[in-house]
């Protein structure tokens, strides 16, 4: 899935595979792409390539992004119903570790939905979740 990751051109292009991924890990979270604009899923498709062998990177590795994103929007308990309490208990596992490794890839895909306004309140407040304004 290496290569340009991009939105098409007129309909005549399609949208890259790392996008299409992307917004397919979004839909199986019950998120519609559409709830996320392109830069923000552009800017994470980017960031798992950077953290990732961008020349090999499964579409897993994408949708688990997408899931991440998902999370913080929906909430652990909208997560539970729709994937299970174990995919909802592994997930918040992660947002509770991304403070611990802020150079890391789920640290800079939470902090990228806070910046752009993605997190819901609850989940925010429920793992501690802001932006320093220093």
Known sequence: ???????????????????????KGLRRCDVHPAQVVDGVKLAAVRLVQKHG?????????????AALVAFTVL????MAELLGQGLAGTLAARVERAADYPDGLDAELILLALHAGLVAPHVADAFGLAIDEA
């Open 53 to 65: 062998n961008a020349d090999s990177l499964p579409e897993r590795a994408y949708e688990d992004a």
């Open 1 to 23: 899935m290496a290569g340009r990751s991009s939105f098409g051109f007129m309909g005549r292009f399609g949208r890259s595979a790392d996008l299409r991924a992307f917004d």
């Open 75 to 78: 909430g652990e308990g909208r």
